[in-house]
């Protein structure tokens, strides 16, 4: 069973739970509550999405990428995440969640204000600005590849994201790029190589303990 809702106007709803597939698109905002797949969660609007906690591959889990992505031209605001695969936040706006633990990779890029509960990630965590990121497909649900902006990623350290503050961190390799400060309510724990940078003239980096199996830098 998959579940594809998209809208022209506002899409709102209460929950949403599907056996494969939940995908969500609005060319205007997206505002819902849990949202739990057995494969993966999609999400897409040209304005805000606003959801509470979300769960891709996790509960009676199925074949296939058991990843969240959320893109939109606006804002993202979730309560929890958890993911088997991916976790793809990406926002011109700002991204605002709770706890986030994936199974593989997590990146949350928004050239606007990122905070984020305490993130568990097995392998690669990538915080940072919009220039890290381009998608294929469209945001428009009836432009062509629309209602499936899939996330790509780019490797470059400017710009940041406008601040990054978190609770703790623990991943592979981590990569935190800010343009203003970083704060990191807790400890950092990579098992690979952490590279951290705020980027502005009187930016800061506040964090408690930092341990890391590679490189810091």
Known sequence: Q???????????FLTAVADQTVRLGSDATVTG???TAGNSIIATAVGNI???????GLVAPTSGLREVAVVTGGTISTGTIAADGDIQ??????????NVTAGDRMF???????????????????????QMFAFTGSLDIDAPGGFDARPTFLDTTSPG????????????????????????????????????NALGASATVDLDNLTATGNVA
């Open 50 to 56: 606003a959801l509470g906690n979300l769960s891709a």
């Open 2 to 12: 998959q579940m594809s809702v998209g809208s022209e106007g506002a899409l709102t």
């Open 33 to 35: 509550g849990n949202v």
């Open 108 to 130: 949350a890029v928004s050239p606007g204000a990122i905070a984020l509960g305490s993130v568990a990630i097995d392998n690669y965590l990538l915080i940072g600005g919009t």
């Open 89 to 98: 936040l990406a926002a011109t706006g700002g991204i605002t969640t709770g």
């Open 161 to 196: 994201a406008a601040s990054v503050t978190t609770g703790a961190l623990s991943s592979g390799d981590l990569r935190i790029i800010s343009a203003g400060n970083v704060t990191v309510g807790g400890n950092v724990a990579s098992g690979g190589n952490v590279n951290i």
